[in-house]
């Protein structure tokens, strides 16, 4: 169970699928290709098919002088009135509370127009004035509705307006001079988003003044664009309530805001270029096997049949109610009735042992239960309608009994302290900037303390009542199933609970209709239902209009009189454990609909600018490891789409960093793109659209229900990705440069014309920074801030780019090695020569179909073909790893690779021209290391030669790498900022310790300052050079070597197949079958490409690292109890407590260090048990393990976690090597202060408790479906094969059985079995290590006794570095 908040900081993985773009916790279809970072241990050195949306970019530079353009005004028809977003939205609009007695003024405006109906009502004189007139305030709005005034403002004109300082500019003027307004003689203009309307019927009346009577039902009529709001037809139907209809005060306020739909970006002071005609009016395609209806009581359902994984199904039900449907008195109790649901679902429980999985969310708009199960147990018993009646039970039949409920609280407590990282609070002091105008930046799910711990039964109960019933439900289920038995077990389940808060035909809030006869306006980010719940304005930041037919001066100012300009909330987070800086600008925008083919063509236009725009920051950047992150998606928790930029930066260099990401901005905004870049891009994109059609049939039900859901919130048209595919190729020929231009400003204008008239207003700005900074040169830290003032003057100053500048682009190379290079690396008859090694090294497994081969120089290839993605899969490794370090050179391995990626260069190519490379190959490459071993990770497109591309480049990377001392110092000082987060991080520095603790050895911990500055580039450079040997490497691919997948592609021109989404009735599609010859000339050429890149690699004379020094754990019962327990404190505003329980343990293959070798024999251990017929299997110690840890893991939330209510999360782990005789456990226990060492004694009761309370066969029966499922879902993966795969030409006991016999062996797993592999844990008193770190108020100090000494933060980091 979990909470959901957007993840406004990072960079947010964008899904495309279907066509839309999103925000939110969907997977992506296959592997993301785009630029992607693995952190400081993942480096990239290339990648490329940047149609991804989130992409990390970097660099910095310079200033700009002011400039002053002329604007184009160009009003489109559009649907509603302004709203202006520039504004924060009254948070308390009602008249002052209590005491001396209300003497101001108060006036009444009327109107017997529609335009003129959102001014009407009753206005307060204030307490300001505005140019010497008074300035009134409209009542009786809603709470969080923008405020309305009344003012003469600084263009001499009486208004209506957001704004209260007079400036010149809101929805309605009247050039009139008079000192009260109800003595105005002139009609007020008002925009209706097309045109200036007058309104002839609106007056002003003061105390006493009376309206002439006039017919209520008469409203004049205007020209006006006013279809968001258009009034339906009546329809007969009873007499309501009065509450059950929209009060004239919403009604009329619907008028003044932007919804949040896409219609209302028409009012955007943008030339749109005009698409073909026709595209606007042809409807997208309706997904063919996409079934939805609703049940009488007004329950929704949506089904989809999926054969992936087979036999097996998805069923989610969704609440829709999340925490800002929470009045002020229940902050948190959505959260918590999750909570109370879930667990004390007794028809839940049932599902324990059955191969299902079950869980639930609760977000601001949504709380959703779901359950993953086998459609049949062995035994032949169905498993869905089990699965509906568990989600039917929790949803609308909860016992919520009071003990249940006790133990609920004390989770949701734990909960509390445990999320409370440094990272939730930067999002939500994100999102309390970003959303100032609505409940999403103030009411966060977790809720409040004081209220979740004064809840009673009736209290849930109350908001049980209130949400949870079948009109405020949706249920989908995908899986493989037929959907007449979808259907009718949905109805057998669901049908009988009680309809509820029903709506009347004539309400105000209608039930949705899916499809063209929907009545609802999808104005809401979520579905309205029949009840009060009041829409989340969101600030919008698009171009604003002013009067008269002049562009607003809101946004402009005046430099010589202190003028800025205006922009949305800018805060500023401080807080001295942050290290790196972090600057965060956002941009809302309503989301577009994706229903016809123009709003395809709108899409296409916008992965373009993203990828063109990500790669040319990241060429402004020296490293590769650009800290920039730019995204433009649509956000599900949030309700609107949101452009963000974020921008990463060393505190002393954040002018630098943020001036080059604005200079590329604007520069892309004034001049758009290139010819190449639009073509280069575009063919990436579709060919990314098209590995979506290969990958169809593989993708899992998780991914089919959670994306057709998130497309149901925005009124996405769901599509088949072949019709997908279909659109893009329609639409791509009409997708021009000059509509990529007109994108650009409309989705970047609010950095790239910031401070002009006409300019979106940035929607919020959040600073992350830290409160001092090392210095190097002096060995301090010294103070360290930034000013609001500083990050505007540098928005403002930053110099304009040339248009030859602008539009000045790299030469992309076609191919990395030339003929002559390759010549004279094959030998005199290539052709006789390659066949004969192929025929003496070529290996195949009958039954796997795994491929090994030994290439000539030494270099061992494992390969296997699966249909599972478009893209293929790659992993290089060598062994050594950060274990290969010499004691005088600790962190040379993850430098030196570091310094490889940095530079991104190879031989006489530059990395802008790699970058291009992998761009136009759709390709990627990585390089990482562990412990054991480097490597190197690539992906690759089976198409267009895509494997020569990847292996072109590796063989440069080999051959040629580019060793710079520039790029050196960066990989270096990385590590240094890397070092210095560890200690301020409660949870990275309490697992640090527990490693010091547990090993004398320095290479199993993080690396120290003190070390990093002792290396240089040729300590770095010999290090990685001693590993990255072409005969030592291991090279393991898996791809659709087949072709299987290209096949299906030629078949799409012809028809829609649905694949694995079948029809009634409709057979299963059989798998493509090439013909034999087919198949053996693709693996010749794949055999021939790996032995004329990667084969002819002539063997490395450099000298191999050691590779004979595995790490000891430290002998417990030598040590003191101070030494093997250890405190700290950090120095906090708010509590939390973490800690860290760890023990010496085997690796994979059942081995451990010397001293574990040495406890071993003294217990006498074997892994024989008796009648064990597993046991000379290599398999068999890792999958005793596997099993081991599930067991463990279960019995810590059982006890822990359910029972004891000590902490929200506890988890156990196993290190598992694969090369080293060595290896450890670790339990990780959080909680608050008070209660940690309370969990610690639990957790490690548990731990030892195994010995005790010997595993049962239910708990294996458990686990070993857990693992099997695990399994089954995994195989459709290429990272799992590629997993299957390493370390088998190796040397370990691995071979093709541990490959062919995993489902054999965890079927034939024993309790003894696993009970006997526990002893293989270090559990004993004496040989337990465990590292407590609490955070909150108080000195920091880090200690190995219950009595520590008090030390400064500073005084910690400096030990550190010194």
């Known amino acids: 169970m979990a909470l959901q908040l957007p993840q406004a900081v990072r960079c947010n993985e964008a899904i495309i699928r279907g066509g839309s773009i999103q925000r939110g916790w969907v997977k992506p279809q296959g592997p993301a290709s785009g630029f992607a970072s693995k952190g400081l241990n993942g480096s990239v050195i290339a990648a490329g098919g940047a149609v991804a949306l989130a992409a990390r970019v970097s660099a910095r530079k310079a200033s700009r002088g002011e400039r002053i353009r002329p604007a184009k005004r160009r009003v489109v028809r559009s649907a509603g009135l302004l709203n202006n977003i520039k504004e924060f939205f009254a948070k308390n609009i009602s008249p002052s509370d209590g005491g001396a007695e209300d003497t101001s003024v108060r006036i009444r405006v009327s109107s017997n127009m529609s335009i003129g109906q959102p001014f009407c009502g009753e206005y307060q004189e204030q307490s300001v004035k505005c140019n010497e007139r008074a300035v009134y305030k409209k009542l009786g709005l809603p709470a969080n509705s923008q405020a309305v005034y009344l003012l003469y403002n600084d263009a001499q004109q009486w208004a209506f307006t957001p704004h209260a300082d007079g400036r010149p500019d809101g929805w309605a003027f009247v050039g009139d001079a008079a000192m009260d307004p109800t003595s105005i003689g002139g009609p007020f203009s008002i925009w209706d988003g097309s045109d200036w309307v007058p309104d002839t019927t609106l007056k002003l009346l003061g105390p006493g003044q009376s309206a002439e009577e006039e017919p209520s039902s008469v409203v004049s009529a205007q020209p006006s664009g006013l279809q968001d709001i258009e009034q339906q037809e009546e329809v007969a139907a009873p007499v309501v309530a009065a509450q059950s209809t929209l009060p004239e005060e919403v009604r009329a306020l619907s008028m003044l805001h932007w919804k949040s739909h896409w219609k209302a970006s028409q009012r955007c002071l943008i030339d749109w270029p005009t698409g073909p005609d026709g595209l606007d009016q042809k409807p997208l395609p309706l997904h063919p096997g996409v079934r939805r209806g609703v049940l009488p009581n007004g329950l929704r359902y949506v089904i989809l049949r999926n054969a992936m994984p087979p036999k097996r199904f998805e069923a989610h039900i969704e609440l829709h109610v999340g925490s800002i449907d929470e009045d002020p008195d229940e902050q948190g109790i959505a959260h918590m009735m999750e909570h109370v649901c879930f667990l004390g679902s007794r028809k839940r429980e049932r599902l324990i042992g059955t191969g299902s999985r079950s869980n639930a969310l609760t977000d601001f708009q949504h709380t959703i239960y779901h359950i993953h199960a086998p459609v049949k147990l062995e035994d032949g018993r169905g498993m869905y309608l089990p699965a509906l009646e568990a989600l039917y039970e929790i949803a609308f039949a909860p016992e919520m009994l009071p003990h249940r409920i006790e133990k609920e609280r004390k989770a949701v407590l734990a909960e509390m302290q445990q999320v409370n990282d440094m990272e939730y609070r930067i999002e939500t002091w994100t999102l309390s900037g970003l959303h100032e105008t609505n409940k999403l930046g103030s009411q966060f799910p977790i809720g409040k303390e004081e209220q979740i711990k004064a809840w009673q039964q009736k209290d849930l109960r109350n908001f049980h009542e209130k949400w949870y019933y079948p009109g405020n439900a949706t249920l989908y289920v995908v899986g493989d199933l037929d959907e007449s038995e979808m259907i009718d077990g949905i109805k057998k389940v669901f049908e009988p609970a009680t309809a509820r808060h029903k709506p009347s035909p004539d309400s105000a809030i209608m039930e949705p209709v899916w499809g063209e006869a929907s009545a609802d306006a999808k104005s809401l980010f979520r579905r309205k239902i029949a009840r009060d719940r009041p829409e989340q304005l969101h600030n919008f930041s698009l171009p604003m209009i002013g009067s008269d037919h002049e562009f607003t001066k809101a946004a402009a100012f005046d430099t010589k009189s202190g003028g800025k300009p205006w922009h949305g909330p800018l805060r500023i987070f401080r807080n001295e454990l942050l290290e790196g800086l972090q600057l965060n600008f956002y941009a809302k925008t309503p989301v577009r609909p994706l229903r016809t083919y123009e709003d395809i063509r709108n899409l296409v236009a916008v992965r373009i600018l993203v990828g063109v725009l990500q790669f040319r920051i990241v060429s402004r950047y020296s490293s590769n490891h650009a800290p920039v992150q730019i995204d433009h998606s649509d956000s599900f928790r949030e309700g609107c789409a949101v452009t963000s930029i974020t921008v990463n930066a060393d505190p002393r260099d954040w002018r630098n960093a943020l001036a080059c990401v604005v200079q590329e901005i604007r520069a892309i905004c004034d001049y758009g793109i290139t010819e190449s870049e639009m073509k280069r891009y575009m063919d990436a994109m579709l060919k990314d659209v098209q590995k979506g059609v290969q990958e169809n049939d593989t993708v899992p039900s998780e991914d089919h229900l959670n994306f057709i859901m998130t497309s149901d919130v925005f009124d996405h048209i769901v599509m088949h990705p072949e019709q997908s595919y279909g659109a893009f190729k329609e639409v791509a020929?009409?997708?021009?440069?000059?509509?990529?231009?007109?994108?650009?400003?409309?989705?970047?204008?609010?950095?790239?014309?910031?401070?002009?008239?006409?300019?979106?207003?940035?929607?919020?700005?959040?600073?992350?920074?830290?409160?001092?900074?090392?210095?190097?040169?002096?060995?301090?830290?010294?103070?360290?801030?930034?000013?609001?003032?500083?990050?505007?003057?540098?928005?403002?100053?930053?110099?304009?780019?040339?248009?030859?500048?602008?539009?000045?682009?790299?030469?992309?190379?076609?191919?990395?090695?030339?003929?002559?290079?390759?010549?004279?690396?094959?030998?005199?008859?290539?052709?006789?020569?390659?066949?004969?090694?192929?025929?003496?090294?070529?290996?195949?497994?009958?039954?796997?179909?795994?491929?090994?081969?030994?290439?000539?120089?030494?270099?061992?290839?494992?390969?296997?073909?699966?249909?599972?993605?478009?893209?293929?899969?790659?992993?290089?490794?060598?062994?050594?790893?950060?274990?290969?370090?010499?004691?005088?050179?600790?962190?040379?391995?993850?430098?030196?690779?570091?310094?490889?990626?940095?530079?991104?260069?190879?031989?006489?190519?530059?990395?802008?021209?790699?970058?291009?490379?992998?761009?136009?190959?759709?390709?990627?490459?990585?390089?990482?290391?562990?412990?054991?071993?480097?490597?190197?990770?690539?992906?690759?497109?089976?198409?267009?030669?895509?494997?020569?591309?990847?292996?072109?480049?590796?063989?440069?990377?080999?051959?040629?790498?580019?060793?710079?001392?520039?790029?050196?110092?960066?990989?270096?000082?990385?590590?240094?900022?890397?070092?210095?987060?560890?200690?301020?991080?409660?949870?990275?520095?309490?697992?640090?310790?527990?490693?010091?603790?547990?090993?004398?050895?320095?290479?199993?911990?993080?690396?120290?300052?003190?070390?990093?500055?002792?290396?240089?580039?040729?300590?770095?450079?010999?290090?990685?050079?001693?590993?990255?040997?072409?005969?030592?490497?291991?090279?393991?691919?898996?791809?659709?070597?087949?072709?299987?997948?290209?096949?299906?592609?030629?078949?799409?021109?012809?028809?829609?197949?649905?694949?694995?989404?079948?029809?009634?009735?409709?057979?299963?599609?059989?798998?493509?079958?090439?013909?034999?010859?087919?198949?053996?000339?693709?693996?010749?050429?794949?055999?021939?490409?790996?032995?004329?890149?990667?084969?002819?690699?002539?063997?490395?004379?450099?000298?191999?690292?050691?590779?004979?020094?595995?790490?000891?754990?430290?002998?417990?019962?030598?040590?003191?109890?101070?030494?093997?327990?250890?405190?700290?404190?950090?120095?906090?505003?708010?509590?939390?407590?973490?800690?860290?329980?760890?023990?010496?343990?085997?690796?994979?293959?059942?081995?451990?260090?010397?001293?574990?070798?040495?406890?071993?024999?003294?217990?006498?251990?074997?892994?024989?048990?008796?009648?064990?017929?597993?046991?000379?299997?290599?398999?068999?110690?890792?999958?005793?393990?596997?099993?081991?840890?599930?067991?463990?893991?279960?019995?810590?939330?059982?006890?822990?976690?359910?029972?004891?209510?000590?902490?929200?999360?506890?988890?156990?782990?196993?290190?598992?090597?694969?090369?080293?005789?060595?290896?450890?456990?670790?339990?990780?226990?959080?909680?608050?202060?008070?209660?940690?060492?309370?969990?610690?004694?639990?957790?490690?009761?548990?731990?030892?408790?195994?010995?005790?309370?010997?595993?049962?066969?239910?708990?294996?029966?458990?686990?070993?479906?857990?693992?099997?499922?695990?399994?089954?879902?995994?195989?459709?993966?290429?990272?799992?094969?590629?997993?299957?795969?390493?370390?088998?030409?190796?040397?370990?006991?691995?071979?093709?059985?541990?490959?062919?016999?995993?489902?054999?062996?965890?079927?034939?797993?024993?309790?003894?079995?696993?009970?006997?592999?526990?002893?293989?844990?270090?559990?004993?008193?004496?040989?337990?290590?465990?590292?407590?770190?609490?955070?909150?108020?108080?000195?920091?100090?880090?200690?190995?006794?219950?009595?520590?000494?008090?030390?400064?933060?500073?005084?910690?980091?400096?030990?550190?570095?010194?």
């Open 733 to 1362: 020929p009409t997708v021009t440069m000059e509509q990529v231009h007109a994108t650009a400003k409309w989705m970047l204008g609010f950095i790239g014309y910031y401070g002009l008239a006409a300019a979106p207003p940035i929607t919020a700005i959040v600073v992350c920074t830290p409160t001092q900074v090392y210095e190097e040169h002096s060995g301090k830290w010294v103070p360290f801030s930034i000013t609001e003032q500083e990050i505007i003057e540098l928005l403002l100053s930053v110099p304009d780019k040339t248009k030859e500048e602008a539009l000045n682009q790299v030469d992309v190379p076609e191919n990395l090695l030339s003929g002559e290079k390759l010549e004279k690396l094959l030998p005199p008859n290539p052709i006789d020569a390659m066949t004969a090694w192929r025929a003496a090294s070529r290996k195949v497994d009958d039954v796997t179909g795994i491929v090994q081969i030994m290439l000539p120089n030494g270099a061992r290839v494992n390969y296997a073909c699966t249909p599972n993605e478009s893209q293929g899969t790659m992993r290089i490794l060598v062994p050594g790893g950060r274990s290969s370090d010499e004691p005088d050179e600790l962190g040379s391995a993850m430098v030196g690779i570091r310094t490889i990626s940095e530079s991104g260069a190879v031989s006489d190519f530059s990395r802008e021209q790699i970058e291009l490379f992998a761009v136009s190959n759709l390709m990627s490459v990585h390089l990482d290391l562990n412990l054991e071993f480097s490597y190197i990770d690539a992906n690759f497109t089976n198409t267009t030669g895509g494997l020569n591309a990847v292996l072109e480049l590796l063989h440069l990377l080999f051959q040629e790498p580019r060793w710079e001392v520039p790029a050196f110092v960066r990989a270096q000082q990385a590590y240094k900022v890397q070092a210095y987060a560890v200690q301020k991080s409660l949870e990275q520095s309490t697992m640090d310790r527990l490693m010091r603790m547990m090993y004398a050895d320095p290479r199993v911990s993080e690396a120290l300052v003190e070390d990093l500055n002792k290396l240089t580039l040729a300590k770095v450079r010999r290090a990685v050079s001693g590993q990255l040997r072409p005969q030592d490497l291991e090279i393991n691919l898996v791809a659709d070597f087949e072709g299987r997948g290209h096949s299906k592609m030629q078949g799409v021109e012809g028809g829609l197949s649905t694949g694995k989404h079948r029809e009634e009735g409709e057979h299963d599609i059989e798998e493509v079958e090439l013909p034999e010859a087919a198949k053996q000339r693709r693996f010749l050429e794949l055999d021939e490409a790996l032995w004329k890149y990667l084969g002819l690699l002539p063997a490395s004379e450099t000298k191999q690292v050691n590779l004979d020094r595995p790490p000891q754990i430290n002998k417990g019962e030598e040590l003191s109890p101070e030494d093997r327990q250890r405190t700290a404190h950090l120095e906090d505003s708010d509590e939390r407590a973490v800690a860290n329980i760890g023990g010496g343990a085997p690796n994979r293959w059942g081995k451990g260090d010397q001293y574990h070798k040495e406890i071993m024999e003294k217990m006498q251990f074997s892994w024989d048990t008796p009648n064990n017929q597993l046991k000379d299997h290599p398999l068999y110690p890792s999958t005793c393990l596997l099993a081991m840890r599930e067991v463990i893991n279960s019995r810590l939330f059982s006890t822990v976690r359910d029972s004891l209510g000590l902490s929200y999360d506890c988890s156990f782990d196993l290190s598992m090597f694969d090369r080293l005789e060595a290896g450890w456990y670790s339990c990780t226990v959080s909680a608050h202060p008070s209660r940690i060492m309370e969990a610690v004694s639990a957790a490690k009761g548990v731990l030892q408790g195994v010995k005790k309370r010997p595993i049962s066969e239910l708990e294996l029966s458990t686990a070993r479906r857990t693992l099997l499922r695990r399994h089954e879902t995994d195989l459709q993966s290429n990272e799992y094969w590629i997993g299957l795969l390493t370390h088998l030409q190796h040397d370990n006991p691995k071979d093709i059985s541990c490959i062919r016999d995993t489902e054999m062996m965890l079927k034939a797993l024993t309790w003894r079995d696993v009970q006997n592999a526990y002893l293989t844990l270090l559990t004993e008193p004496d040989q337990l290590f465990v590292s407590v770190s609490t955070a909150g108020p108080g000195s920091s100090f880090v200690s190995g006794g219950s009595a520590p000494t008090a030390v400064s933060t500073r005084a910690l980091s400096e030990v550190m570095v010194d």
